[in-house]
């Protein structure tokens, strides 16, 4: 794998831990790192984004092999593991930085995205419509490394239990394909 040949994605769907946890599984993604982007301040704190202040959404930004998986595949995941129709909110996680959201890089992923989103909706996918923002790529700001690695280190947590455990359960059942192997 050369890493040059690598793209990059940036997605908000609610809490960093549960995208970072989808991501890390699939096959071709060879870099997740949870964070904060699409907010008005430069390095903004865990504790100020939860607050709600800063602009900021939970994010991921993922670096993945195209010759593996495909942007598409990835905002196909992307919209089976959350909830794009509630604005600002995923399960009890309410505020603005929970937002649903894609931050595309160029262009061919901006068309993507509201390719996906258009198909969805006409396919009636989602009982309400969707309300995932799209917007360009701005700056990211890794989380603290305490959020990085989340689940893989705290599963027996209720959260990771009650929150991230059906998200997985419903990405083994609808992407077994798209699963990384075990090694």
């Known amino acids: 794998m050369h890493t040059n040949n690598l793209k990059k994605a940036t997605l908000a769907g609610g809490c960093f831990w549960c995208t970072e946890a989808v991501f890390q599984r699939i096959e071709g993604v060879e870099e997740v790192r949870p964070g904060f982007t699409g907010g008005t301040i430069k390095n903004p704190p865990y504790r100020e984004v939860v607050t709600g202040r800063t602009g900021h959404a939970e994010g991921i930004q993922l670096k993945y092999d195209p010759e593996k998986i495909n942007y598409r595949e990835l905002l196909l995941i992307f919209f089976a593991t959350h909830d794009p129709t509630t604005l600002n909110r995923q399960q009890n996680d309410v505020g603005t930085q929970y937002r649903s959201a ?5 262009d061919e992923q ?10 969805l909706e006409s396919q009636k ?5 969707i309300v995932t923002e799209v917007k360009e790529a ?3 700001y890794e989380a603290e490394q305490e959020h990085q690695e989340f689940y893989n280190r705290h599963r027996q947590q209720p959260y990771c239990q009650y929150i991230i455990d ?8 609808l992407f077994s394909d798209k699963l990384k192997q075990p090694k």
């Open 102 to 106: 894609v931050f595309y890089h160029d």
């Open 110 to 119: 901006k068309e993507m995205v509201e390719e996906v989103i258009q198909m």
């Open 125 to 129: 996918v989602f009982e309400n419509p």
């Open 138 to 140: 701005s700056a990211f």
């Open 166 to 173: 059906p998200k997985i359960t419903k990405l083994k059942n």
